[in-house]
Nanobody, 126 residues
Framework: QVQLVESGGGLVQPGGSLRLSCAAS????????MGWFRQAPGKEREFAAG????????YYADSVKGRFTISRDNAKNTVYLQMNSLKPEDTAVYYC???????????????????WGQGTQVTVSS
């Protein structure tokens, strides 16, 4: 079992960048796929990016592809989400999550993720 804590959110202007971090505790981190999800007020939680346990395979929602980059450092038990060219529609609470079950490809469904962080707010506004 893992515990996840996100950080790095904040207020940024359109076109700006943020780097989110998710620090994990627990010995299962390196064997779990990791995902970043986001949830805007009044909307369902949606997949943004995912990464396999090795970090070799990455997957992105069409809405963020080309702008966001997910990565992980298993030695530091940390997963990152580099967000560039941010748009107002990126405004949401961003959650990292862990899926300990092997899936090919990495799942984009929040129902497949067993462990969740508390979320970090990202607001993109001028």
């Amino acid at each position: 079992q893992v515990q996840l804590v996100e950080s790095g959110g904040g207020l940024v202007q359109p076109g700006g960048s943020l780097r989110l971090s998710c620090a994990a505790s627990g010995r299962t981190f390196s064997s779990a796929a990791m995902g970043w999800f986001r949830q805007a007020p009044g909307k369902e939680r949606e997949f943004a990016a995912g990464i396999s346990r090795s970090g070799v395979s990455v997957y992105y929602a069409d809405s963020v592809k080309g702008r966001f980059t997910i990565s992980r450092d298993n030695a530091k038990n940390t997963v990152y989400l580099q967000m560039n060219s941010l748009k107002p529609e990126d405004t949401a609470v961003y959650y990292c999550a862990a899926d300990p079950i092997f899936r090919v490809p990495v799942s984009s469904s929040p129902r497949d993720y067993d462990y969740w962080g508390q979320g970090t707010q990202v607001t993109v506004s001028s």
